[in-house]
């Protein structure tokens, strides 16, 4: 099985449903295994097509254990969180027990929220599959180009991210790397750069997180950088 995988599909439409069958056959093979299968759910707009394929699948969702890679600090039921939009697309739409989805408590202080999540990262790791997006300057998750983190912090709250909001609440790159197996998900030609720095060696967020650890990035021809 190859540990890094770069798929190019024709568009955002095929990205989508390639991203929920290996989610759903992650799962399944890890279910075969396992009691829970651990997932973490990438933020921003990329992966909600993605997301709500994948309500369609008949999965175990009762053995699913969901956790995101991180979270904006806006107030719970507001319509930009992560936890919102993977909440529209599929949370709302399968049968996962709510205790089993871990969100982030980001509408509270940061801090204190990064500490919290930091707990519950440690006593879930290793997880079976991380899904992140890319942004155009090669951040993921929360993680931002020029921006210093501990390599050792499970999780981090993130200020003046040039992303907004810029208050965020980010695992860090040492649990996202705790994973079997990382997904990563990119479309439109405005991550065609950053995929392209990222293949030339480019020290960025993505690849400190991806690189040395299995993955597979699902581009379509628009995002492709050749
Ligand atoms: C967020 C995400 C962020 C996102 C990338 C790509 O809070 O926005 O966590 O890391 O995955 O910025 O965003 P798009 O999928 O919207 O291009």
Redesign the pocket.
């Known amino acids: 099985m190859n540990t890094v995988e770069w798929r190019v599909m024709p568009d955002a439409g095929a990205v989508a449903a390639e991203a929920a069958r290996r989610i759903a056959a992650a799962a399944q093979d890890a279910l075969a295994e396992q009691a829970a299968f651990r997932i973490v759910l990438?933020?921003?707009?990329?992966?909600?097509a993605a997301y709500r394929l994948l309500a369609g699948y008949n999965a175990d969702w009762a053995r699913w254990h969901v956790y995101f890679?991180?979270?904006?600090c806006l107030p719970a039921d507001h319509a930009e969180r992560?936890s919102r939009m993977a909440g529209r697309a599929l949370l709302a739409e399968v049968p996962l027990p709510l205790d089993q989805v871990h969100a982030i408590a980001a509408e509270g202080d940061p801090e204190t929220a990064a500490e919290q999540y930091a707990r519950v990262v440690a006593a879930a790791v290793p997880f079976d599959l991380v899904l992140?997006?890319?942004?155009?300057d090669g951040?993921?998750?929360?993680?931002f180009p020029g921006h210093a983190w501990d390599p050792e912090a499970w999780a981090l709250a993130v200020h003046d991210a040039p992303?907004p909001p810029p208050d965020?609440i980010?695992l860090g790159a040492r649990a996202l790397r705790s994973t079997r197996q990382i997904l990563v998900?990119?479309?439109?030609a405005?991550?065609r750069e950053a995929l392209a720095r990222w293949r030339a060696g480019g020290d960025l967020p993505i690849g400190r997180v991806c690189d040395g650890r299995r993955f597979t990035v699902l581009l379509d021809e628009a995002a492709n950088p050749g």
């Open positions: 990438a933020g921003g707009s990329t992966p909600e890679g991180d979270e904006r992560n992140l997006g890319v942004g155009e951040h993921t998750a929360s993680l992303k965020r980010s998900l990119a479309t439109g405005g991550k």
